[in-house]
């Protein structure tokens, strides 16, 4: 990140043409920018402005005198330039100044809502940065918040989930209460730990005087609670990682047996193209969907067959289809209940017999006189569902209880309990669970409480990477670098 201690400008609201655009500043230089270039309506000076209060007025651009006769004998600052009231006005906005540390940022920090035009936009923006401040990067206003002790890592995490939310469930997952209430499982299991350690401390400091709050026996039981809170809580990273992360999804099946049109059915739209001519499906489609609570990375792939007939543009999308059938976690397979079951069908059923993922089987077109012999599909699929497009909302249902019950908790309820959403909260959470397995194995085979005592405080670190304590530089700029420009 450039330098911390400028103070940067950023357009907030997405690019494009609406109704307001929202321009954020936050710095030390934050005010006295603002205050070169604003000028209220009522003729109030800007040290009047009421702190969380919109006031309108103009903002005027440093660099173009006001377009009017005599204007060349303008009044001068003393940066040189024309006074506010001598000076082209660029928009009239409401500004609003948010003082440290009550801010987001914990700097003080001015946002400025002017009409939502392409160029006016970004001319107020170019008036800030004239004016002194720097063009904000990426995520720069978070990571500032994260800096300044407003946020934790795990809380910034968080809204870079909620800024590119695609479904309800990662809203939910995401919000504030969601975040609130993953902070304060993660922070009661640190207290428990730093009050571990306080006993350990206490009796290697002073043996004789038995000031540890904890006998052998009471460590060990205390370790014990805290290392199933930790495994309680690793085991939501299943649920959370399927809301947010995803899961890498693929639909497969022979030519003509109905792939595109589930893959339409999912998506909501007519994405990948539906007709009755064999290898009409040539490369890979892909689209994030929701199907309940889950995030399907989901592929339409071209239809899997051999013989001839197939050219090398074909040939290329089957095997596109193969690599992605060994690498994903979900798997539809879809079949036509109306064709037999034939030497095509048992080759596919044999490959995908041999693939480590959750298997799903879809029989299509099950409102036709059934032709297709499913009697050794629940050897190999986890589910064998039957789908018609004579009712798409019952074929709708039925995947997402599958999905649904295959990758997530139905007991963990998002927004209302901690999850953890990401790899590495889930890595940081493992790997203190694991030092206080060593930590109660070691307390098991005999060893005093001096000699577990750095297993407990290297769980304690881990906790601390959590919320950025211990964290390194590389990790906290690859969170913030995912973050749009004004967030």
Do not use: W
């Not at 052998?216 to 014990?224: F, I, N």
């Not at 990682?241 to 030519?255: F, L, N």
């Not at 489609?285 to 995030?295: A, D, N, Q, T």
């Not at 909302?393 to 990758?407: G, H, N, P």
Request: hydrophobic share 40%; proline share 3%; charged share 30%.
């Amino acid at each position: 990140m450039a330098g911390y201690f400028d103070t940067v400008a950023a357009i907030s609201t997405p690019p494009g043409k609406g109704g307001v655009a929202l321009i954020r500043m936050s710095g030390s230089e934050a005010n006295k920018i603002a205050e070169r270039v604003f000028i209220t309506a009522s003729g109030k000076p800007y040290s009047e402005i009421k702190p969380r209060v919109q006031t309108y007025g103009f903002i005027t651009d440093l660099a173009e005198p006001k377009a009017s006769e005599g204007n060349s004998q303008a009044e001068k600052t003393p940066e040189g330039t024309a006074s506010p009231e001598e000076r082209e006005r660029i928009d009239d906005v409401l500004l609003t100044r948010f003082p440290a540390p009550n801010s987001y940022t914990g700097e003080d920090v001015v946002e400025i809502c002017c009409h939502g035009g392409i160029l006016v936009t970004r001319c107020v923006l170019e008036a800030l940065i004239r004016a002194g401040a720097r063009a904000a990067e990426a995520g720069e206003f978070t990571r500032r918040a994260f800096i300044s002790g407003k946020l934790s890592l795990t809380e910034a995490e968080a809204i870079g989930t909620l800024l590119d939310a695609g479904s309800r469930e990662q809203i939910r997952i995401s919000a504030e209460p969601a975040r609130r209430r993953l902070e304060e499982r993660i922070a009661k299991i640190r207290g428990e730990l730093v009050g571990i350690m306080s006993s350990v401390y206490a009796r290697i400091d002073y043996p004789d005087e038995d000031l540890g709050d904890y006998s052998d026996g009471e460590l060990l039981s205390a370790l014990l609670s805290v290392a199933d809170d930790l495994k309680s809580l690793a085991a939501t990273y299943r649920t959370g990682r399927a809301i947010t992360e995803g899961i890498r999804a693929v639909i497969v099946g022979k030519p003509n047996v109905g792939k595109s049109s589930l893959y339409n059915l999912l998506v909501g739209e007519d994405a990948a193209i539906v007709t009755s001519v064999a290898g009409t499906t040539r490369d890979v489609l892909e689209r994030s969907v929701p199907l309940g609570r889950v995030m399907l990375r989901l592929c339409d792939t071209a239809g899997i067959r051999g013989g001839k007939g197939i050219d090398a543009v074909e040939e290329i999308g089957i095997r596109k289809s193969r690599e992605l059938m060994a690498k994903c976690e979900l798997l539809f397979a879809v079949f036509d209940n109306s064709e037999d079951f034939d030497g095509a069908d048992a080759e596919l059923i044999s490959e995908i017999s041999r693939l480590e993922c959750a298997k799903i089987a879809l029989i299509n077109k099950s409102d036709l006189k059934a032709k297709f012999d499913r009697s050794n599909l629940a050897d190999i699929f986890e589910r064998v569902i039957e789908v018609s497009a004579l009712d798409e909302a019952e074929t709708v249902r039925s995947l997402v209880a599958a999905a649904e019950d295959m990758f997530t908790d139905g007991s963990i309820k998002a927004g209302l309990d901690p999850i953890l959403s990401s790899a590495r909260q889930h890595g940081a959470i493992c790997a203190a669970a694991d030092a206080l397995s060593e930590a109660i194995a070691a307390l098991r085979a005999g060893f005093m409480q001096d000699a577990v005592s750095g297993l407990v405080e290297a769980a304690i670190g881990y906790i601390g990477e959590l919320d950025g304590r211990e964290v390194g530089e590389e990790i906290v700029s690859d969170i913030f670098s995912k973050f749009c420009v004004g967030k």
